[in-house]
């Protein structure tokens, strides 16, 4: 991996890390990492990525309930089907920070490729239209500009990941997948998030309402807060990350 994306990628607060060619179209695409820094109380971060769907109201009643804050990135499709529960996200900002998961869920990739069913968006401009359509959205749907933009998939080509901190946003990695894209089972969806370390940046989805893993990431928030694990958000005052 080059020296200067390396450097960049630490500046986004995530490790560039090259994902293996599981499939046809993943050579040289790269998978952000990233985790909390040190802190004085044993912390993690939960992300949730709203990708299309609806709300899995089994996530999203636990985080109110129990007052867990958490960064949730929205896309423009989700946005679109969920006016209420995304106004349920606004009427908690003590809670919710809203990150951009782009307008249409499109990988932040400059090349024709498709990958688990998910489009790239193709080229420098169509990343553009990605990202800043998304943050547009967005802001007309009341939420403060985002600082944060998670792309489809969560892969990026190193020229996509340039151009997107060149935009102003910053990368979110993450240390640990709670639910494998929403794949996962109740019980190892419970397991993987409620045996997450202290400085875990979590991610998850809350926009597959009918496949059991949500039910395990509920499971799993509750056994954290039981444990008596500190919750932030990406953009919290003294929140810091670093590679993973």
């Known amino acids: 991996m080059p020296l200067a994306l390396t450097r960049r990628a630490l500046l986004l607060g995530a490790a560039a890390t090259p994902v293996l060619a599981a499939q046809p179209g993943t050579a040289g695409l790269i998978e952000p990492h990233m985790r909390l820094a040190d802190r004085p109380e044993p912390t993690v971060a939960l ?52 990150g951009d998961h782009g307008a249409h869920h499109r990988m932040a990739v400059d090349r024709p490729v498709t990958l688990w069913g998910v489009h790239a968006a193709g080229s420098p401009a169509g990343i553009a239209a990605e990202v800043t359509g998304g943050a547009a959205l967005l802001t007309a749907a009341g939420a403060p500009r ?15 990941l340039a151009q997107v901190a060149g935009m102003g946003y910053r990368i979110a990695g993450f240390s640990l997948n709670g639910d494998g894209g929403a794949s996962f089972g109740t019980a190892e969806t419970a397991r993987r998030i409620g045996a997450a370390r202290p400085g875990d940046v979590v991610i998850a989805h809350v926009n597959q ?36």
């Open 47 to 98: 992300t949730f990525d709203a990708c299309d769907g609806r709300v899995d109201d089994r996530i999203l009643s636990t985080l109110i309930a129990l007052k867990v804050p958490a960064t949730i990135f929205v896309s423009g499709i989700w946005l679109g089907r969920n006016p209420q529960a995304f106004r349920t996200l606004l009427d908690h900002p003590d809670l919710f920070e809203i």
């Open 209 to 244: 309402p009918l496949r059991p893993a949500g039910a395990g990431v509920a499971q799993g928030i509750r056994a954290l807060a039981a444990a008596g694990m500190r919750f932030v958000r990406l953009s919290d005052p003294g929140v810091g990350v670093v590679a993973a």
């Open 146 to 160: 985002p600082r944060w933009f998670r792309g489809a998939a969560a892969l990026y080509t190193p020229e996509a």
